[in-house]
């Protein structure tokens, strides 16, 4: 079990440098033009890597439903939602609030898996979510902003975004938790997942709405950009944590891989050579402390 939490947080450093490139280009082109490009690319290299594994034959008939509804809601408007929300927003407000998919999958996965952790678990996961939410709330002082902490648009749209998308991405994991565990690949999964919301999402390329439309040229920097970060946070990110999903505790996974914040935190402090306020200090004591508690117990 230590070594599928050790993928969960892997998951969640994929996460974190995808974030950090996404950043710029959602602001220069969009969210949506961003995901679309985004989503484009990754399906063709998760589709192609099913192939190269065979793995396709894992996927019943019967999953296939739950799988495809569990991309148009994780996928489709799960990030489709974060991306619009961390180009209003930026990486590290974001982050907070999709942190939140932490404990709403606990939720979930009480009242829908009936799935009880332990006790000490519970308070692991409960103590490396508010270490989260310690650090990002208070990680960054006012004289030291960069342009990530600048706030395009109503911040407030920002928040609801936000938090819809973690809110999304909790159910969708919820809903891939009993067809990972029935023998259904991870990556054949991921591949649909991926491929279903795309479709989705690419008939938004035909809706005349500002928050649909391309708001610059897409040249071959930002194409570049947009490939590297679909690959680190979908087809390598998303893979590990439905790999970690298939075998661990659907509640302990969502936490363990919501410690993104902190870690793009980090990278922040190494880019910019700005150290974080002391708020995101004991915000990854405390995230280090309750992952210590799930790991040991």
């Known amino acids: 079990m230590l070594l599928y939490y050790l993928i969960a947080i892997l998951a969640a450093l994929c996460w974190a440098i995808a974030s950090l490139i996404s950043a710029d280009v959602t602001r ?42 569990s991309g148009i809601i994780g996928v489709f408007l799960g990030d489709t939602l974060l991306f619009i929300a961390l180009q209003k927003i930026g990486p590290r407000r974001n982050n907070i609030l999709f942190s939140l998919a932490a404990p709403f999958t606990v939720i979930l996965n009480i009242i829908f898996l009936h799935e009880i952790m332990s ?9 490396v979510f508010f270490g989260v939410v310690i650090a990002i709330a208070y990680g960054s002082s006012r004289d030291k902003k960069h342009r990530w902490e600048v706030i395009e648009g109503n911040i407030y749209l920002g928040i609801i975004f936000g938090i819809a998308a973690a809110l999304c991405q909790a159910i969708g994991l919820i809903m891939m938790k009993p067809i990972l565990s029935l023998g259904a690949d991870p990556i054949a999964s991921a591949s649909l997942r991926t491929a279903i919301s795309f479709v989705f999402l690419s008939f938004t390329f035909f809706l005349n709405y500002e928050i649909f439309n391309q708001k610059d040229s897409i040249t071959i920097k930002i194409l570049v950009q947009s490939i590297i970060s679909g690959f680190l946070g979908m087809a390598l990110g998303m893979s590990l944590l439905l790999i970690a999903l298939q075998k661990a505790d659907a509640g302990i996974v969502a936490t363990l891989s919501s410690t993104s914040p902190i870690m793009i935190l980090l990278l922040i402090w190494v880019i910019t050579k700005k150290m974080p306020a002391i708020g995101a200090w004991i915000g990854t004591i405390l995230a280090i402390i309750g992952s210590g508690l799930i790991f040991i117990y």
């Open 28 to 69: 220069r082109i969009g969210g949506l033009a961003f995901n679309r490009i985004r989503l484009f690319f990754v399906s063709i290299m998760l589709i192609s890597f099913t192939f190269y594994l065979d793995t396709w034959g894992t996927i019943n008939q019967e999953f296939l439903f739950a799988i495809l509804l």
């Open 119 to 127: 006790l000490i678990n519970l308070i692991g996961c409960f103590i």
